[in-house]
C-alpha cells in the first residue's frame, strides 16, 4: 500500500506539473498489484478528477491559468469531450494495437518538434484539432490526453504555462464523461485503494503547479515537456511491438 500511496503521489506531481502521466503511472502500478482492470480504471478516473479539480484550482491561484485563457481552455475541452464518448464507443470495435501505435507515434513526433523548437502559427482550428485526437485516445485508451494537448499547445506556439494548466483544467469534464458509464452500470465503487492513493495524490496536486511555475520562469518547460513527450511516445510503441 505504501508503495501504491508513493506511485500516487508522483504521478499527481507530475500530472499537475507538466499536465500529463497520472494514468500512465498509475494504472500499471495498480494492475501489477493484482487490482483487476474493472477496480483500477475506475480508481484511477475518479482520483484524476479530484487531482485535475484541486490542480485548476492551484494553476489558478499561482497564475498558471488567468481570465485570458478561459477562451482557450473551452476550445480544448468542449471537442476533447465529445471526442472521449466517441471513443468510449469506439472501443469495442477497433483494434487497440492501431490506437496504442497512432498515439506513440503522434507523441514522439510532438516530443521530438519540442525538443527541435518546431513551432506552427496557432490557430483554433489547429487548436481543436489537437483537442479532438487527445478527447479520443482518452476516451479510447484511458489515458494519452495530456502528452497530445500539452504537446500540441505549445507546438502550436502557445506559452508552456497556460498550456500546461489547461492541458489540467481541460481534461476536468473529460475525465468526467468518462465515468459516467462506470456509474450507470454500477461499476463505480469506493475501494479501499481508492483512498490510498486519492490521498497523497490530493496533496500532490497542491504542489505540482508551482513546480510548472519554477519549470516556466527558468525556460525549462518546453524541453522538459517534450522530453517525457518523447520518453511516453517511445514507452508506447515499444509496448506495442
Same mark, same amino acid.
Given at each position: 500500500m505504501a508503495v501504491i500511496a508513493l506511485a500516487a503521489f508522483f504521478a499527481a506531481l507530475i500530472d499537475t506539473g507538466l499536465g500529463m502521466c497520472y494514468g500512465t503511472i498509475l494504472t500499471p502500478i495498480l494492475l501489477i498489484a493484482g487490482y483487476s482492470p474493472e477496480v483500477a480504471v475506475p480508481t484511477v478516473l475518479l482520483s484524476q478528477l479530484i487531482v485535475d479539480v484541486a490542480?485548476?484550482?492551484?494553476?489558478?491561484?499561482?497564475?498558471?491559468?488567468?481570465?485570458?485563457?478561459? +477562451?482557450?481552455?473551452? !476550445?480544448? @475541452? @468542449?471537442?476533447?469531450?465529445?471526442? @472521449?464518448?466517441?471513443?468510449? $464507443? %469506439?472501443?469495442? %470495435?477497433?483494434? +487497440?494495437? &492501431?490506437?496504442?501505435? !497512432?498515439?506513440? &507515434?503522434?507523441?514522439?513526433?510532438?516530443?521530438? /518538434? /519540442?525538443?527541435?523548437?518546431v513551432k506552427f502559427r496557432k490557430t483554433f482550428k489547429r487548436l481543436i484539432l489537437i483537442s479532438c485526437l487527445g478527447g479520443?485516445?482518452?476516451? $479510447?485508451?484511458?489515458?494519452?490526453f495530456g502528452p497530445v494537448v500539452v504537446s500540441g499547445q505549445i507546438v502550436l506556439n502557445h506559452d508552456p504555462r497556460p498550456s500546461i494548466a489547461i492541458g489540467d483544467i481541460a481534461e476536468i469534464p473529460v475525465v468526467a464523461f468518462g465515468l459516467l458509464p462506470f456509474a450507470a452500470f454500477g461499476a463505480l465503487h469506493f475501494s479501499p485503494v481508492f483512498a490510498v492513493v486519492s490521498i497523497p495524490a490530493l496533496i500532490a496536486s497542491f504542489l505540482g503547479p508551482y513546480l510548472t511555475r519554477i519549470i516556466t520562469e527558468k525556460n525549462y518547460a518546453e524541453k522538459t515537456v517534450?522530453?517525457?513527450?518523447?520518453?511516453?511516445?517511445? !514507452?508506447t510503441l515499444i509496448k506495442v511491438f
Open positions: 490542480g485548476g484550482i492551484m494553476h489558478t491561484k499561482v497564475r498558471n491559468f488567468t481570465r485570458k485563457d478561459i +477562451k482557450t481552455a473551452l !476550445y480544448v @475541452a @468542449a471537442p476533447a469531450t465529445m471526442f @472521449a464518448v466517441l471513443g468510449a $464507443f %469506439s472501443n469495442i %470495435s477497433l483494434p +487497440k494495437v &492501431v490506437t496504442k501505435t !497512432y498515439i506513440g &507515434v503522434l507523441v514522439t513526433l510532438l516530443g521530438i /518538434m /519540442m525538443l527541435l523548437g479520443f485516445n482518452k476516451g $479510447f485508451m484511458g489515458g494519452g517534450g522530453l517525457v513527450a518523447l520518453l511516453l511516445g517511445v !514507452y
